[in-house]
Structures are given as C-alpha cells and as structure tokens.
C-alpha cells in the first residue's frame, strides 16, 4: 500500500519513581529513535497513563523532554488516562517546539495538518464515573447512564469524522477506554464497575483504523488494537511489549496498524519447595533471566527449618537483575492434645490437659482459674482480699495456739 503519513501509538507509560523507572523511558526512548527514522511522520499519538499516580517534578521533567523532541519533529497528540491528574498534562501543551503538543481531557476531534497530509482523529480520553457521580446518580445509575452518554459521544464523534473524510482527511479513532471483553494480563476477561465501550460503539468508526491504551496486554478486539503498555507494571504482565505504528493510505478506506517488539526485561514469579533433598521450583528450563526480575516465593517444612539449606534458593537466579525472595514456613506439627486448643475457658482447658496427661487438678485451683477468666477487676480484687484476709486470720489463731501451748 502506498502509504501518505504514518503515526507511532504510544501505550501506557505509567512514570513513577520506583525501580522499573529507567526501563520505561528506555522503551519511550527506542520509541522516539524509531519514530524519527520513519519516512514519513506525520504525528505521534499518546494513548494516556502518562503517569502512574500524582507526578513528581522529576517526572514531568523527564516526560517534558521526550514530548519536546517528539513535538520538533511532528504533532503530538496526548490523551488522558485514568491515572493522569486532573489539569496535570496542560503543562506539556505550553513546550516550546516546532510543532504543537495537543492535551485531550475531554472527548473531540483534533485536526493535524502534517507535511503529508492531514488527518482528524476522534479523542476518548477515560471516561471518570466522577462526573456522573457529582450529579448525585447511584453507582448503577452512573453506569447505565455513563453507557449511554459514551454511545451518545461516539456518535457525535463519528459523525464529525465523516464530514472530516469528505473535505480529504484521513481519519482515524484514539482512545484510552475498557472495551467489554478484553483480556487483562492476568488472562482473565476485565469485568468491572467501569464504564467500557463494545462492538456496537466500535462499529460507528467502520473502515479506518481504532487504537487505545489502558489494557496492558496488547491484543486485537471488535476492530480496535490496543498498544498495550511499554514496560512491564507488575508479575502479571508477562507477554511481549510493543508499540504501534498507524500508516494512513492516500485513498479513503487505505490504513495499516503495525506492532514494533520493545525489548523488555522480564518480570518472573516463581513458586518453588525447600526441603533436606534440594530446592525445587516451576520455572521452566531454558528461561533467560540475564536482567529480569525475579520475584521466588518457596514453601518449607517449619520444623525443618534450621536443617534446610536456605541460601541455595538464589543459586539458580545469579543472573537476575534484582532478586525478591519470600520464604513460607508451612506447620506441620500436629497438636499433642487437640481437647485443649479446642476448650475455652481456662478451667476447661487445664482439665483437658489433666485428662490427656493423666493428672488430677485440685477443685480448689479450678475454682481460682474460673474466677480469673469470669470476674471483673474489682470483684476479683475484693475476693482475693477477702481470702488474704480470712488466710491471715487463720494463721493468727494458728499462732495465738502455739503460745498458749
């Protein structure tokens, strides 16, 4: 196909501050250094979750240079997801560059004029439940409600790219939105009290391409590709990152949506057992974990603890780049006298273990536990007192015997 303008679709970036911080920018940089060598860039395309929570400055700082170098080669798009603060991404709207860096908050259509043409694109920044809960509707009614005003924006949304088609735009559709039936990273479909888009949402942008960020696991669904995230959030995110590469075709109708492999370490949970015969686990043979994350959680027998050998848990992960390991002591002494964990008074408790033991207690001693366990503070003070006192009497007449005598 001979393309007239391509875009680079960035999914989630999420920057924060933690350990996994510099393997995100790597990935946006290998993202910048590819988009530059395209032969026709025609904009670049952020699909939101910019940030992971509330920026700090070095975060800003370092999203503002990289949107700085893209914005001098061509436009930038910026959605809003929801993990990026209210009003927090206008600042980028204000960098100086050769071209402009759009912030979306709310949905529209931005219009590109690029060297190669131009190109309309229809926004969906996340759609924040807050709204519709501001104006006092129930959860249920916020999500019937919000479902019917995305179906309502959509439409608005498509129809304005229709009219952009006909004056010769390319088209196409962006989003950072739940659509009904993705797959999360976890495998398991995402059902949730969000508000989502479907097939029938989808199917108003028939015939150009539909992209969007927000589900970490890049995958195709109704039509729409998601770019999936840059770098790897979390243990569960274990498929490959990519980015996307939209090409828009001179002719209405003529579109490609490219996936470009990001060279990520992994991030490996293993379950493993500790025992007198080794350390055994469930990684399969031949992983590479040269520079991945490797988080070990193993099981042992607690009373075979100080006979195990603890630190050849971390021999088979020497090459990882950091190493998390969780050790778990499993019980496995059973209770001599299973009556006296199950009694529970202490008067019951101790006749338990006379009955276990083959002793006899004193009715006299459980007599003073019953009164421990019932009694409040201050009866027992003035019982014990009074006891004291009637021991001290007859130690008296005990005595006054001895001198009469």
């Known amino acids: 196909m001979a393309t ?12 924060q501050q933690d350990g996994r911080r510099e393997q995100r920018l790597a990935s946006w940089d290998r ?3 590819d988009g530059l060598d395209l032969p026709r860039l025609g904009a670049w395309l952020c699909l939101g979750d910019l940030f992971h929570a509330k920026s700090t400055a070095a975060d800003r700082n370092d999203a503002a240079r990289r949107l700085q170098a ?9 959605l809003r997801g929801n993990h990026d603060h209210e009003g927090e991404l206008t ?38 439940k ?37 004056d010769g735009d390319a088209v196409l559709f962006a989003a ?3 659509v009904t039936g993705a797959i999360a990273s976890s495998g398991q479909p995402n059902i949730g009290r969000e508000l989502s888009i479907a097939a029938e949402h989808l199917a108003l942008f028939a015939d150009m391409p539909k992209v969007a960020g927000h589900i970490h696991k890049s995958q195709d669904i109704h039509g729409l590709t998601y770019a999936g995230s840059i770098a790897r959030q979390s243990f569960g995110e274990t498929e490959d990152k990519r980015y996307l590469v939209v090409a828009l075709g001179p002719a209405q109708g003529q579109h490609a949506v490219s996936s470009r492999p990001l060279d990520v370490p992994a991030m490996l949970h293993v379950e493993g057992t500790l025992s007198r015969e080794g350390f055994a686990h469930d990684l399969p043979a031949g992983t590479d974990i040269e520079g991945a994350e490797v988080r ?44 006296v964990a199950q009694a529970v008074t202490l008067a019951d408790k101790l006749t338990a273990w006379a009955l276990a033991t083959d002793t006899v207690t004193p009715a006299s001693v459980l007599e003073k536990l ?30 006054g015997k001895q001198v009469a005598a």
């Open 130 to 166: 807050g709204m519709l809960a501001a104006m006092g509707l129930s959860p249920d009614e916020a999500l019937r409600a919000g479902d019917g005003a995305l179906l309502d924006i959509c439409r608005e949304l498509a129809a304005e790219l229709a009219d952009a088609r006909a």
């Open 176 to 178: 950072h939105v739940n």
């Open 91 to 128: 600042v980028f709207a204000k960098l100086k560059a050769t071209h402009a860096i759009t912030v979306v908050e709310h949905p529209g259509v931005v219009r590109i004029d690029s060297r190669y043409g131009a190109v309309s694109v229809a926004c969906l920044p996340y759609p924040f």
């Open 4 to 15: 007239n303008l391509q875009i680079p679709a960035i999914g989630d970036i999420h920057l």
């Open 70 to 78: 893209m914005a001098n080669a061509a436009p930038v798009i910026l």
């Open 370 to 399: 019953a009164r421990l366990q019932t009694q409040d503070e201050a009866t027992l003070r003035a019982s014990v007192e009074a006891w004291l006192a009637q021991a001290e009497g007859l130690a008296a007449q005990e005595s």
């Open 296 to 339: 070990v959680r193993y099981r042992y027998a607690q009373s075979e603890q100080r006979f195990l050998d603890h630190a050849s848990v971390r021999v088979p992960f020497a090459g990882a780049a950091t190493l998390q390991v969780e050790p778990i002591a499993v019980p496995d002494r059973a209770l001599r006298a299973p009556a």
């Open 31 to 33: 993202i910048i250094t």
